[in-house]
C-alpha cells in the first residue's frame, strides 16, 4: 500500500513538473503592422476563438492573440501582435466585421449583432514565455519552412480556395523586404513521413503593396479573376484575407546569408 502510494506521489510529481510554467517554450512573435489587421487575423475565421492578451511592456501598450499553424512536428505557435497608441484604451472586447465595409474598435459592450467580438484579457503581469517571445528576435534554422515561389497570385488564392474546404482559411501574409512585398501563404501538406504537416511557404514578390485588406477571386467564362478590395460584398466571390506584418520571422531565417533573386511582380488580373 505504501508503495503504490509512493508511485503515485512520484507520477504525480514528474506530471507536475513537465507543465511546470518554467519549462513553457515561447511562442515565435509576429508584429502586425496595427490593431485593423491583427482583428482580420483573429476575427475574419468561420470559427473565431478571438482571445486577445493586452498588457503594458516597459512604456508600450501589447495586445496579441496566438495562432498556432501545422508545422513538422505538432504545431507552431505564433504570438502575432501589434502595438497601441498611448491614447488607447482598450475596453472589455474588440468588435470587428467586414461585410460591406470594414470595421474594428474597443468596446465595453458585445450585444451588436453585426459584428464579431473578440474578449480582450488584460494582464496585470505578462507570462514569461510572451515576454521572451517579445525580446527574442531570432528564429532557430530547424523551424524552416519549404521555400515555394509561385508563377502568379491566383495561384495563392487557389491553394487557400482548396484548403478551406476542411481547414480554416489561413492569411495571406504580406510584409516587406528589401523594398519589395512579398505575399505568401504556409501551406501545409498533412501526415507527410513522420511529419505533422510539411510546411511550405508558398509566395509571389511585388514592385506593389497590396490595395486592399482582401483578395476577392472566382471563376468565370473559362478564366480566373482577382482583385483587392476593402471588405467583403457579393456572396459569389471567394474572399483571403491579407494580414500587413511589419516583419516576417520565418522569411528572415529562409533568407539569412542568402542572395536575393531579381524581383518580378505577380500578376492580378482585375474584375
Not at 509512493?6 to 511546470?20: D, F, G, I, K, R
Not at 501589434?82 to 491614447?87: C, G, K
Amino acid at each position: 500500500m505504501g508503495e503504490n502510494r509512493l508511485n503515485s506521489e512520484a507520477a504525480s510529481w514528474v506530471l507536475t513538473m513537465s507543465v511546470s510554467p518554467k519549462r513553457v517554450r515561447p511562442p515565435i512573435a509576429v508584429e502586425v503592422v496595427d490593431l485593423r489587421n491583427l482583428a482580420r487575423l483573429v476575427l475574419n475565421k468561420p470559427e473565431p476563438d478571438g482571445l486577445f492578451w493586452y498588457f503594458t511592456l516597459g512604456r508600450e501598450q501589447i495586445i496579441g492573440s496566438l495562432f498556432l499553424i501545422p508545422y513538422w512536428r505538432g504545431n507552431l505557435p505564433l504570438f502575432c501582435y501589434t502595438r497601441l497608441s498611448s491614447d488607447t484604451k482598450p475596453g472589455a472586447f474588440l468588435a470587428y466585421r467586414s461585410i460591406g465595409q470594414e470595421e474594428s474598435y474597443f468596446t465595453n459592450s458585445g450585444d451588436d449583432p453585426r459584428y464579431v467580438y473578440g474578449a480582450v484579457m488584460d494582464i496585470e503581469s505578462p507570462p514569461d514565455f510572451l515576454t521572451k517571445s517579445l525580446k527574442n528576435k531570432t528564429v532557430n534554422n530547424a523551424i524552416r519552412p519549404v521555400l515555394t515561389k509561385a508563377k502568379e497570385m491566383t495561384v495563392l488564392i487557389r491553394t487557400l480556395l482548396i484548403l478551406s474546404e476542411e481547414y480554416s482559411s489561413s492569411p495571406i501574409w504580406s510584409f516587406k523586404h528589401n523594398g519589395h512585398s512579398i505575399l505568401g501563404v504556409i501551406a501545409p501538406v498533412f501526415d507527410y513521413y513522420d511529419a505533422n504537416a510539411l510546411p511550405v511557404f508558398l509566395y509571389v514578390e511585388s514592385e506593389e503593396e497590396p490595395r486592399g485588406g482582401f483578395l476577392r477571386y472566382m471563376t468565370e467564362n473559362g478564366r480566373e479573376v482577382a482583385s483587392y478590395v476593402d471588405s467583403i460584398g457579393e456572396m459569389k466571390y471567394f474572399y483571403a484575407r491579407i494580414v500587413k506584418l511589419a516583419h516576417m520571422p520565418l522569411w528572415n531565417v529562409l533568407y539569412r546569408g542568402e542572395e536575393r533573386r531579381n524581383v518580378r511582380g505577380p500578376k492580378v488580373r482585375e474584375a
